[in-house]
């Protein structure tokens, strides 16, 4: 089985802090990507990783960073969070083989709080 | 402007009733996928759809490339399938957009 983990499944930040979302997948996917869930606006994908330290911008990547130093893992940084950054953040991974055709494999999601 | 539109927003259901969601894009894709997410918030894929059809169980995939729309069939609901049901298209520019999402309550 798949499995992706995320960090924390709660988090609470204060404005101006830097934060650190991190993933991990065990299936040696080369696939990854970061995406925000909010109500109203559904799923946008933040950014995505097609290999080792390569990425890719996705719809909203604004205020976001990201690593992918090694393949099993992908962190999304804020660098300096604001509110408007409280969310529910999902991780997902996929095998490979095809980046828009592969099946995708989620994490269980980080709400984060920014006070 | 989200350019992937679901309908309808919100589904009621009885038990063994069949359900059709509607999913309809913009412009040329490279595929659409079809998403199940629970009440507890995880996102399971169901489909990934380039052409034709495709059936697990009771759930059937459909996409019409020509005229930009593809629909989830849940034959014989259950309780069990009440979710959130979500379709998402990458578009040719490797851009991935998402609709809004189809709430599905199935009553026993």
């Known amino acids: 089985d798949v499995k992706v983990t995320q960090s924390s499944r709660y988090l609470v930040k204060r404005t101006g802090e830097k934060v650190f979302l991190e993933c991990v997948q065990d299936?040696?996917?080369?696939?990854m990507f970061w995406y925000r869930q909010d109500p109203g606006l559904g799923l946008r994908l933040i950014y995505f990783?097609?290999?080792?330290?390569?990425?890719e911008k996705g719809d909203i990547p604004e205020g976001y960073s990201v690593s992918r130093e090694k393949k099993e893992r992908f962190s999304l940084i804020l660098e300096s969070a604001s509110t408007n950054q409280t969310s529910m953040y999902l991780c997902?991974?996929?095998f490979g083989g095809g980046l828009r055709t592969d099946t995708q494999y989620f994490g269980p999601g980080t709400r984060l709080t920014v006070l | 402007k989200n350019e992937v539109e679901q309908s309808p927003q919100n589904l009621t259901a009885q038990e063994g009733e069949f359900i059709t969601i509607n999913c309809s894009y913009s412009?040329?894709?490279?595929?659409l996928h079809w998403l199940q997410q629970h009440p507890g918030g995880g996102i399971v894929s169901l489909f990934m759809?380039?052409?034709g059809k495709k059936k697990h169980g009771r759930l059937i995939a459909t996409i019409n490339i020509q005229e930009k729309h593809s629909s989830l069939h849940i034959t014989a609901s259950h309780p069990r399938d009440s979710a959130v049901y979500i379709c998402?298209?990458?578009?040719?520019?490797?851009?991935?957009?998402f609709g809004a999402g189809t709430r599905l309550t199935v009553k026993p």
């Open positions: 998402a298209v990458w578009y040719n520019n490797n851009d991935m957009r």
């Open positions: 299936m040696d996917h080369e696939n």
């Open positions: 759809l380039s052409s």
């Open positions: 997902a991974s996929s």
């Open positions: 412009v040329g894709i490279s595929a």
């Open positions: 990783s097609y290999d080792v330290k390569m990425k």
